[in-house]
């Protein structure tokens, strides 16, 4: 869909099950405003690669951020449970699932006014528990 400024975000209208496998994720955490963590959190992990891919295979890059207590984390994703890691980094093991992702493209500021007539009632869990 065009319009006159341009290229409208497109919304994923047939949701997809994607089963996401289980995950060891090896991570450095950071507390406070992300502009200032997120970078920080980085350079350090990045100076962390060469000592954690010597034993352990690398699978992924995944940053986890936490609104509320401005809680950052930047980490990477290894193959197996992880094994013989410098010091500094923590550990979480992140159980497999299956997941509905919603997805779009476009730019943040048209993806209010776009999505308005889909969900007139915003972007809300049906399920109290989700966050």
């Keep these: 869909m065009s319009t006159a400024k341009g290229t409208a975000m497109q919304l994923t209208q047939q949701p997809e099950i994607v089963t996401w496998p289980e995950t060891h994720y090896v991570y450095l955490e950071k507390i406070g405003p992300f502009q200032d963590t997120a970078p920080q959190a980085w350079q350090e992990v990045h100076k962390l690669i060469p000592?954690?891919?010597?034993?352990?295979?690398?699978?992924?890059?995944?940053?986890?951020?936490?609104?509320?207590?401005?809680?950052?984390?930047?980490?990477?994703?290894?193959?197996a449970e992880?094994?013989?890691?410098?010091?500094?980094?923590?550990?979480?093991?992140?159980q497999g699932r299956q997941v509905q992702p919603f997805c779009f493209n476009g730019t943040i500021f048209k993806s209010a006014r776009s999505l308005r007539p889909r969900f007139p009632n915003g972007l809300r869990s049906k399920n109290p528990t989700a966050r």
């Design 51 to 79: 000592a954690i891919s010597e034993h352990n295979k690398i699978t992924g890059y995944t940053s986890l951020y936490k609104v509320g207590p401005k809680i950052y984390r930047a980490g990477v994703s290894v193959e």
């Design 82 to 94: 992880p094994q013989n890691l410098p010091g500094g980094p923590a550990i979480r093991k992140i």
